[in-house]
């Protein structure tokens, strides 16, 4: 009987970020302002409640109004400014 293993990867370890994780991380924890721009050009103000790979929970609107949480997917957005 022959046994077939397969190689599994190593997850990352928790210190192993990339560079958007530590920055959206960062802004989330300060609890800071932000612009977001949009691939369709809308301009969003607001805060980054939550973020995974494919997506940020953004609590917001356009041109500054108060909106509600939002789901944006992160390949709709182009840029993020901090204010």
């Given at each position: 009987m022959s046994t077939?293993?397969?190689e599994i990867p190593k997850p990352k370890s928790e210190k192993e970020f990339d560079y958007s994780t530590?920055?959206?991380n960062q802004i989330r924890m300060n609890k800071e302002e932000?612009?977001?721009f949009l691939t369709s050009g809308t301009r969003l103000v607001g805060?980054?409640?939550k973020f995974d790979?494919?997506?940020i929970v953004f609590f917001g609107g356009p041109r500054g109004e108060t909106g509600k949480d939002q789901l944006l997917f992160r390949t709709s957005?182009?840029?993020i400014v901090p204010l």
């Amino acid at each position: 009987m022959s046994t077939n293993r397969v190689e599994i990867p190593k997850p990352k370890s928790e210190k192993e970020f990339d560079y958007s994780t530590q920055f959206l991380n960062q802004i989330r924890m300060n609890k800071e302002e932000v612009e977001v721009f949009l691939t369709s050009g809308t301009r969003l103000v607001g805060f980054i409640v939550k973020f995974d790979n494919v997506g940020i929970v953004f609590f917001g609107g356009p041109r500054g109004e108060t909106g509600k949480d939002q789901l944006l997917f992160r390949t709709s957005i182009t840029s993020i400014v901090p204010l």
